[in-house]
């Protein structure tokens, strides 16, 4: 009897453990429940006894995924990430629901960000070479734009080559 004292005293322990290591890194910013159970992965938690403590803090409200969803993409926006990138980033941490579209429309749009992203890296040229400007639409699309949204840039900007009429 002593031993399933100790035992239980154990998983106990471990369970408060959890529940400081998730507390204290809830407290510096939100994190994914996929987050919160790699790093405890790393600290040699196993996922059948984190799982049940991340279950009751998302009860509680202080883990949510829709509102690290809601932050995250906020931020990235911020920081001129596209629809691509930030859905992919997103499903990395286990957030497979949200739309990034719904935010955007807050701010103007994907075009004003893309706008946004190519006139803060590149200077307004009225001329580039086809290299030159394929070049910067690599650069978008790794930033995350569709290639229709780098398309309509295109136009936008009604960019002629050299040598074209």
Known sequence: MTKMMSGSTTAIER???IEAICLRLL???DHSRRELLDKLGLRGF?????K???DAMAEQNWQN???YAESYIRQRIASGYGPVRIRYELQQRGITN?????QIEQQGGWQNLLMGVYGKKYPE???LTLNEWLKRSRFLQQRGFTTDMIKWLHAELKLRWPGSS
């Open 52 to 54: 049940p403590v991340i």
């Open 65 to 67: 995924d829709a509102r």
């Open 98 to 102: 949200a739309d990034p579209d719904a």
């Open 46 to 50: 196993q996922p059948s006894e984190a």
């Open 27 to 29: 407290a510096r910013r």
């Open 15 to 17: 369970r408060r453990q």
């Open 125 to 127: 040229e009225s001329s």
